[in-house]
């Protein structure tokens, strides 16, 4: 392979991006070099943007929501090879702890991300390990080959959830994850999905993508609203998809009795206070979700049916990285996903 230098992005201190520069080696083991041709932010990697996220001190390398070209392989790869469009599940596990060994890696007790480990996509190349390489149908694009992993998010939290047919689901929070989870959750047969929101495009995106009933909580009661959908008993489900104390209450409160929160968003602030009646007098339960494990298969094996590209608003190229997270960190840009394309 000729000599190859990688150029990747990362963010150095709160609201600022630069580039590092690293020659690559030839990939070795089960090592697979990946051209990378579509790049997604993620909203993780906006938390890092401001410096806010709890587990990724700065300076940081960034973007794990990516497809590309197989390049190169190392001498033990065998399922793919140079010339195939992939996708990957960018976390990096210990294959040794007790969860790992009992085939439950997205508990790992050393989990970590690629990006976390200066292996960015916002970049032109990537080096990952073998068995978290998934080819791209050949009726699917870079572009949505991109958002595989935040439709695998999206599909763990739903799984998690147990979405079943005639249920009653409420999402709190319309970025991509959240639209996301409501399609799925249609898609599973909820016959009510509820999306909740203060902006009004992207409540309108989720409508398109499968959502019943929006609600834009900046001049909409959301608990008033339930009552009368629910007939006073309130969702069967909720997802919180925001990370701030009141969407997490809103989550528990909008659940029937016996109901089950499942919470995704991520706290820049972790200590919050919340009405822990609740859980006694509603016996409520709440989950988190985190990632996924084994949702890759079953997020492109139902890709062709959700309609990934409605969400994409954005293009920019690698240079304009700072301007790209500026953009979907502003309420007037509209930003769902924004696309890097080196």
Partial sequence: MDKLINKIGRVVEPGKVDFLEKTLKNPEGKEV?????????????????????????????IGHEFSGDVIAVGSQVKNVKAGDRVTVEPCLVCGECLACR????????NISFTYRNGDGAMAHYITVQEPYVYKLPDSMSYDEGALIEPLSVATHAVRRAGVKLGEKVIIIG??????????????????EVVVVDHND????????????RTINSKNEDVCQIVNELTDGYGMDKSFECVGVEATFIQAMMSVKKNGLATII???????????????????????????????????????????LK?????????????????????????????????
């Fill in 102 to 109: 009992t085939g439950n890696y997205g508990y790992c007790e």
């Fill in 33 to 61: 070099l990946i051209k990378i041709v579509s790049s997604s932010i993620c909203g993780s990697d906006l938390h890092i943007f401001k410096g806010k996220h709890p587990s990724a001190p700065l300076p940081v390398t």
């Fill in 265 to 307: 968003g991520i706290f820049e602030n972790p200590n919050i206070t919340i009405p822990a009646t609740r859980f006694i007098t509603h016996e409520i339960k709440i989950q988190g979700s985190q990632g996924y494990c084994w949702d890759f298969p079953v997020a492109l094996s139902v890709a062709d049916s959700i309609p």
């Fill in 201 to 212: 495009a992207k409540l309108q995106m989720a409508l398109e993508m499968g959502a019943t």
């Fill in 174 to 191: 319309s970025g991509a994850i959240g639209i996301l989870i409501a399609a799925l959750s249609r898609r599973s047969g909820a016959t």
């Fill in 310 to 342: 409605k969400l994409i608003t954005h293009k920019f190229q690698l240079d304009q990285l700072q301007e790209a997270l500026e953009t979907c960190l502003s309420r007037e840009k509209g930003a769902i996903k924004v696309l890097i394309e080196p």
